[in-house]
Protein backbone atom coordinates (compact mmCIF):
# COMPACT_ATOMS: atom_id res chain seq x y z
CA UNK A 1 0.00 0.00 0.00
CA UNK A 2 2.86 2.65 1.24
CA UNK A 3 4.44 1.75 -2.50
CA UNK A 4 1.39 2.65 -4.37
CA UNK A 5 1.19 5.31 -2.34
CA UNK A 6 4.34 6.99 -3.56
CA UNK A 7 3.91 5.84 -6.86
CA UNK A 8 0.80 8.38 -7.00
CA UNK A 9 2.37 11.38 -5.04
CA UNK A 10 5.32 11.29 -7.39
CA UNK A 11 2.72 11.24 -10.07
CA UNK A 12 0.89 14.04 -8.50
CA UNK A 13 3.56 16.02 -8.26
CA UNK A 14 5.65 15.97 -11.46
CA UNK A 15 1.77 16.76 -12.85
CA UNK A 16 1.83 19.45 -10.80
CA UNK A 17 5.59 20.70 -11.82
CA UNK A 18 4.93 20.22 -15.25
CA UNK A 19 1.43 22.88 -15.18
CA UNK A 20 3.86 25.26 -13.12
CA UNK A 21 6.60 24.85 -15.75
CA UNK A 22 4.74 25.38 -18.54
CA UNK A 23 1.44 28.05 -17.40
CA UNK A 24 4.08 30.14 -15.44
CA UNK A 25 7.71 29.59 -15.78
CA UNK A 26 7.94 29.23 -19.64
CA UNK A 27 7.41 32.39 -20.77
CA UNK A 28 10.11 33.96 -18.85
CA UNK A 29 12.72 31.26 -20.54
CA UNK A 30 14.90 32.58 -23.55
CA UNK A 31 13.22 32.08 -27.17
CA UNK A 32 15.02 34.74 -28.98
CA UNK A 33 13.42 37.81 -26.78
CA UNK A 34 14.00 38.42 -23.10
CA UNK A 35 11.54 39.37 -21.06
CA UNK A 36 11.82 40.68 -17.69
CA UNK A 37 9.35 39.76 -15.04
CA UNK A 38 6.28 41.92 -15.39
CA UNK A 39 5.89 40.32 -19.34
CA UNK A 40 7.34 43.82 -21.33
CA UNK A 41 10.18 42.43 -23.88
CA UNK A 42 13.66 43.57 -23.48
CA UNK A 43 15.49 43.72 -26.20
CA UNK A 44 19.38 43.05 -26.28
CA UNK A 45 19.90 43.01 -29.96
CA UNK A 46 18.44 42.37 -33.48
CA UNK A 47 19.99 39.26 -35.07
CA UNK A 48 19.59 39.60 -38.92
CA UNK A 49 19.78 36.73 -41.23
CA UNK A 50 22.56 36.49 -43.57
CA UNK A 51 20.15 36.06 -46.28
CA UNK A 52 18.35 39.06 -45.18
CA UNK A 53 18.74 42.66 -45.36
CA UNK A 54 17.85 44.82 -42.98
CA UNK A 55 15.72 46.88 -45.17
CA UNK A 56 13.85 43.67 -46.57
CA UNK A 57 10.25 45.00 -47.38
CA UNK A 58 7.20 43.23 -45.78
CA UNK A 59 5.09 41.89 -48.94
CA UNK A 60 1.25 43.08 -48.68
CA UNK A 61 -1.30 39.90 -48.83
CA UNK A 62 -2.03 41.25 -52.68
CA UNK A 63 1.80 41.18 -53.57
CA UNK A 64 1.98 37.19 -52.03
CA UNK A 65 -0.67 36.94 -54.10
CA UNK A 66 0.28 38.27 -57.72
CA UNK A 67 4.26 37.29 -57.04
CA UNK A 68 3.18 33.48 -56.53
CA UNK A 69 3.19 32.49 -60.23
CA UNK A 70 -0.40 31.60 -61.53
CA UNK A 71 -0.55 28.92 -64.11
CA UNK A 72 -3.64 29.23 -66.82
CA UNK A 73 -4.16 25.99 -68.45
CA UNK A 74 -5.48 25.72 -72.38
CA UNK A 75 -7.00 22.54 -74.41
CA UNK A 76 -4.46 20.72 -76.33
CA UNK A 77 -3.17 22.83 -79.90
CA UNK A 78 -5.59 25.65 -78.72
CA UNK A 79 -5.65 28.84 -77.15
CA UNK A 80 -9.08 28.84 -74.83
CA UNK A 81 -8.26 29.51 -71.57
CA UNK A 82 -9.72 27.23 -69.13
CA UNK A 83 -11.27 29.65 -66.11
CA UNK A 84 -10.60 28.59 -62.55
CA UNK A 85 -11.49 30.43 -59.30
CA UNK A 86 -8.35 30.64 -58.76
CA UNK A 87 -7.95 32.52 -62.11
CA UNK A 88 -10.74 34.63 -61.40
CA UNK A 89 -9.12 35.61 -57.79
CA UNK A 90 -5.52 36.30 -59.02
CA UNK A 91 -7.42 38.48 -61.75
CA UNK A 92 -9.54 40.98 -59.38
CA UNK A 93 -6.08 40.80 -57.20
CA UNK A 94 -3.86 42.10 -60.01
CA UNK A 95 -6.64 44.47 -61.61
CA UNK A 96 -6.60 46.90 -57.88
CA UNK A 97 -2.79 46.05 -57.37
CA UNK A 98 -1.83 47.33 -61.03
CA UNK A 99 -4.07 50.32 -60.72
CA UNK A 100 -2.47 51.32 -57.47
CA UNK A 101 0.87 50.66 -58.68
CA UNK A 102 0.92 51.74 -62.70
CA UNK A 103 4.77 51.49 -62.59
CA UNK A 104 4.55 47.83 -61.92
CA UNK A 105 4.06 45.01 -64.59
CA UNK A 106 2.84 41.28 -65.22
CA UNK A 107 4.94 38.97 -67.08
CA UNK A 108 2.95 36.75 -69.14
CA UNK A 109 4.76 33.16 -70.11
CA UNK A 110 3.53 30.59 -72.98
CA UNK A 111 4.42 27.33 -72.31
CA UNK A 112 3.08 23.75 -74.37
CA UNK A 113 3.87 20.14 -74.31
CA UNK A 114 5.88 18.46 -76.17
CA UNK A 115 3.42 17.29 -78.61
CA UNK A 116 3.95 18.73 -82.50
CA UNK A 117 7.17 20.40 -84.10
CA UNK A 118 9.42 22.77 -81.64
CA UNK A 119 8.76 26.14 -84.45
CA UNK A 120 4.98 25.30 -84.18
CA UNK A 121 5.02 25.01 -80.01
CA UNK A 122 6.97 27.69 -79.77
CA UNK A 123 4.78 30.04 -81.96
CA UNK A 124 1.64 28.83 -80.27
CA UNK A 125 3.51 29.49 -76.79
CA UNK A 126 3.84 33.26 -77.68
CA UNK A 127 0.10 33.26 -78.89
CA UNK A 128 -1.46 31.76 -76.00
CA UNK A 129 0.87 33.99 -73.91
CA UNK A 130 -1.05 37.30 -75.89
CA UNK A 131 -4.58 35.75 -75.67
CA UNK A 132 -3.77 35.95 -71.91
CA UNK A 133 -2.85 39.22 -71.79
CA UNK A 134 -5.66 40.12 -74.35
CA UNK A 135 -7.97 38.65 -71.77
CA UNK A 136 -6.52 40.59 -68.91
CA UNK A 137 -6.59 43.72 -71.08
CA UNK A 138 -10.78 43.00 -71.55
CA UNK A 139 -10.49 42.47 -67.85
CA UNK A 140 -9.53 46.11 -67.57
CA UNK A 141 -5.51 46.02 -66.90
CA UNK A 142 -3.50 48.30 -68.94
CA UNK A 143 -1.75 46.47 -71.77
CA UNK A 144 1.55 48.11 -71.21
CA UNK A 145 1.12 47.07 -67.80
CA UNK A 146 1.89 43.53 -69.19
CA UNK A 147 5.01 41.95 -70.85
CA UNK A 148 4.58 38.94 -72.80
CA UNK A 149 7.27 35.66 -73.67
CA UNK A 150 6.85 32.26 -75.11
CA UNK A 151 8.92 29.22 -73.69
CA UNK A 152 7.40 26.47 -76.15
CA UNK A 153 8.65 23.19 -75.00
CA UNK A 154 11.66 24.29 -73.04
CA UNK A 155 10.17 24.17 -69.04
CA UNK A 156 7.67 21.80 -68.72
CA UNK A 157 6.42 21.13 -65.36
CA UNK A 158 5.18 17.57 -66.01
CA UNK A 159 6.50 14.76 -67.77
CA UNK A 160 5.08 14.69 -71.46
CA UNK A 161 4.85 10.86 -71.74
CA UNK A 162 1.54 11.05 -69.88
CA UNK A 163 -2.21 13.11 -70.86
CA UNK A 164 -2.05 14.58 -67.31
CA UNK A 165 1.40 15.65 -67.57
CA UNK A 166 0.78 16.82 -70.87
CA UNK A 167 -2.22 18.82 -69.89
CA UNK A 168 0.10 20.58 -66.94
CA UNK A 169 2.85 21.75 -69.52
CA UNK A 170 -0.30 23.70 -71.79
CA UNK A 171 -0.07 26.50 -69.97
CA UNK A 172 0.46 30.19 -68.87
CA UNK A 173 2.22 31.41 -66.11
CA UNK A 174 1.24 35.03 -64.94
CA UNK A 175 3.48 36.53 -62.41
CA UNK A 176 4.49 40.23 -60.83
CA UNK A 177 7.47 41.19 -62.81
Known sequence: MNRLLILLLILLWSLAYSWFWNCHRKPYCYSGTVVSLDNTPVID???TPASQSPDTVQLTPEEQILFKPLDVYF???QTGILHTPEV???LVTAKRYLAKYPEKQL???GHTDGDG????NQKLSEIRATKVKSLLTTEGISATQMATEGKGEKEPIASNETNEGKAKNRRATIRLK
Open 75 to 77: VSG
Open 45 to 47: SVD
Open 88 to 90: DTF
Open 107 to 109: LIT
Open 117 to 120: AEDA
